[in-house]
């Protein structure tokens, strides 16, 4: 046990809830930041967390904002500091990109700014991303594989991992990178293609949907479970010395087979439901990523404990408790959203 304190951003998040629930088995006091709006609607924005609101503290402020950054750092001394929070959605960064890169990039640079002025002996975690990758130019990817990323989010990774390597060597800060591949689960927004696809076939088999419309079928991901990967972050910053690593299954596997697995699941066929549909491709796709764990693994000693089939069993069984239950039923069907809209001065296609 540990007497640590930790910050975590992106605390009502996938990762940022897993993360939580470890560290604070391991004894540590655990922080987190929200937005104000987020307080002002728990119900909603804390759902991921709901169980550990009373264990942590969370404190408003706003990664758009330096004083506002500047301000948490002032209040409380930290041990650790994980900064997960981002606009994710790689889809979504096709939309805006504007809004992506302004908290992503200044985001992170804000925290380790602040780090920098009032609490140089925090370890700093950055959540970088297998999306830095894009246009793989090796497979497996490693930790040298040169980046060539393939969309405004992965630009803004690239910008924030670049940061985070740069206060570690100008200013001799703790600070490392995880670059984790997709990592799923339970708690996975429906906007992501593997939450879609659990929850809608799902929904097909209690006959509240009939259909399922997705983009490419063909990409392949190398996708682990969250809880897997929020374990790496905590031991790369136990280590004696800052370093950056690859968090991956070493698997990959296609949109195809995720689909024909879940389906497979309930005793369906995906082929039966799902409808190739235009609106969900992106502008420049990355066709297959597929990661190299062994510095992982040899340094920090990590492995994952989910196979590929026990992650989507974990999140059909999940979606199924969810969804046989009145209460929780009419949570938001997927199977018709397209990515938000934008208002935008002059409509241009996805
Ligand atoms: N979301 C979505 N919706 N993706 C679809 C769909 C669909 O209807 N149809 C096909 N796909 C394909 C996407 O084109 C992509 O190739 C793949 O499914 C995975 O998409 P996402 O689940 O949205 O994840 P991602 O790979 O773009 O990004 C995730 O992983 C990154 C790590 O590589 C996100 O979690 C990022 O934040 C993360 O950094």
């Not at 703790?174 to 339970?186: A, R, T, Y």
């Not at 968090?247 to 995720?258: K, L, N, Q």
């Not at 969804?323 to 241009?348: G, H, S």
Request: proline share 5%; with cysteine.
């Amino acid at each position: 046990m540990t007497s640590k304190r930790a910050l975590i951003t992106g605390i009502t998040g996938q990762d940022g809830s897993y993360l939580a629930e470890q560290l604070l088995a391991q004894g540590y006091e655990v922080h987190g930041i929200v937005r104000r709006v987020a307080l002002e609607d728990p119900e909603r924005r804390f759902t991921r967390i709901a169980h550990l609101l009373d264990k942590i503290t969370l404190q408003a402020a706003s990664l758009e904002s330096y004083p506002s950054v500047f301000s948490v750092f002032s209040g409380h001394t930290f041990d650790e500091c994980y900064h997960l929070a981002a606009q994710s959605f790689v889809a979504e960064s096709f939309q805006d990109g504007f809004s992506t890169m302004n908290t992503n990039i200044n985001g992170t640079h804000y925290v380790l700014a602040a780090l920098k002025e009032l609490q140089p002996q925090c370890r700093f975690y950055f959540a970088g991303s297998s999306e830095m990758f894009g246009k793989v130019r090796e497979t497996p990817q490693r930790e040298t594989t040169p980046f060539y990323p393939r969309s405004p989010y992965g630009i803004s990774k690239v910008a924030g991992f670049e940061l985070t390597r740069n206060y570690r060597e100008a200013y001799n800060l703790f600070c490392v990178s995880g670059l984790l591949f997709n990592h799923e689960g339970p708690r996975r927004g429906f906007e992501f293609v593997t939450r879609k696809i659990t929850n809608a076939a799902v929904r097909i088999k209690l006959g509240l949907a009939s259909e399922l419309r997705l983009g490419n079928l063909e990409a392949r991901r190398d996708w682990g479970h969250a809880a897997d990967y929020v374990r790496a972050m905590r031991l790369m910053l136990q280590q004696p010395e800052p370093d950056d690593y690859v968090i991956a299954s070493g698997e990959s596997h296609t949109v195809r087979e995720f689909c024909e697995r879940a389906f497979g699941e309930l005793d369906l066929d995906y082929a039966d439901f799902v409808k190739v549909d235009q609106r969900f491709y992106r502008p420049t796709e990355i066709d297959e990523l597929v990661g190299d764990a062994s510095k992982a693994r040899r340094i920090l000693g990590w492995t994952p404990t989910y196979t590929f089939p026990d992650l989507v069993k974990e999140m059909i069984e999940a979606d199924w408790a969810v969804l046989t239950q009145p209460a929780t039923r009419n949570i938001q069907d997927m199977n018709v959203r397209v990515p938000i809209k934008k208002v935008l001065p002059k409509e241009r296609p996805n």
